[in-house]
């Protein structure tokens, strides 16, 4: 396969790529500060060098090489279009899978609903959809365990002396009521690498730079409205936090829970 050296930040990169340079050739590859002669940063931002191994070239001959350079937003779109695995810039990271699907997913609903906002929105309410069934089911068992935890705290007290018997009992009254004590995390565990996917796709996503939503100006950027003294009003992390708090106060404590 070619090899492609490239710098970049959390939404541009510049790409050097070569189709005929194998990776046994690409000797060098640093990142480095750009710095003035006497060794001082003479502007912000950052320098890239890569190096090929040419070999010999005789006396009245030349050696050429051919690249491709390429400037620009990280848009998969455009970087696939490239060839040369140059999308790997993007840095999914080990869920790429997830990451891709998810992209080009709402890039098919911002193709309805233009807004990058909205699109993230619908895209969400889909997969929050898609998991409703497993999510109604740990929702009808944490239920019915609210409803065995005076039985369970007869039993605690009965058999308190008797650890094993109360672990007998206990699975038996799970088992009578239809209780499954781990259902409650099992639709999280099969929803965390998607939503893990969402976030590598998102956090450097160059389509949401700039584009507004209701109050928030950047979508790549923290919603800020103002500042109380001195720290920043962020109003969707207010509404995350106010609405996992009350999501824990509706599920109900497990009977087997220590007090």
């Given at each position: 396969s070619s090899e492609w050296a490239s710098v970049k930040n959390q939404f541009f990169a510049a790409v050097l790529s070569s189709e005929d340079r194998k990776g046994r050739d690409l000797?060098?590859?640093?990142?480095?500060?750009?710095?003035?002669?006497?060794?001082?940063?003479?502007?912000?931002?950052?320098?890239?060098?890569?190096?090929?191994?040419?070999?010999?070239?005789?006396?009245?001959?030349?050696k050429t090489l051919d690249f491709d350079f390429f400037v620009g937003p990280k848009e998969f779109k455009r970087l696939q279009a490239l060839g040369n695995q140059q999308d790997e810039v993007m840095q999914f990271g080990f869920l790429s899978f997830i990451s891709k699907l998810l992209l080009s997913f709402?890039?098919?609903?911002?193709?309805?609903?233009?807004?990058?906002?909205?699109?993230?929105?619908?895209?969400?309410?889909?997969?929050?959809?898609?998991?409703?069934?497993l999510s109604a089911k740990a929702s009808r068992s944490q239920k019915r365990m609210a409803k065995i935890q005076g039985p369970m705290a007869e039993l605690k007290e009965k058999y308190k002396d008797n650890p094993q018997k109360l672990q007998q009992e206990t699975l038996k009254m799970f088992k009578e009521n239809q209780v499954n004590p781990v259902a409650g995390c099992l639709p999280m565990l099969i929803q965390m690498p998607i939503f893990l996917g969402l976030f590598y796709m998102l956090r450097s996503a160059s389509e949401l730079r700039h584009e507004s939503f209701l109050w928030v100006s950047d979508l790549s950027m923290p919603d800020t409205l103002t500042y109380v003294a001195g720290?920043?009003?962020?109003?969707?992390?207010?509404?995350?936090?106010?609405?996992?708090?009350?999501l824990m106060r509706m599920i109900p404590d497990s009977p087997t829970d220590d007090p």
């Open positions: 000797i060098i590859y640093q990142v480095e500060g750009s710095t003035s002669e006497a060794g001082e940063v003479s502007r912000p931002g950052i320098s890239g060098s890569v190096g090929y191994e040419v070999g010999t070239v005789p006396a009245g001959s030349s709402m890039y098919g609903i911002h193709a309805i609903v233009p807004s990058w906002g909205w699109s993230i929105v619908i895209m969400t309410i889909c997969i929050k959809t898609l998991f409703w069934p720290y920043p009003l962020n109003i969707l992390p207010l509404i995350i936090g106010l609405t996992m708090f009350l």
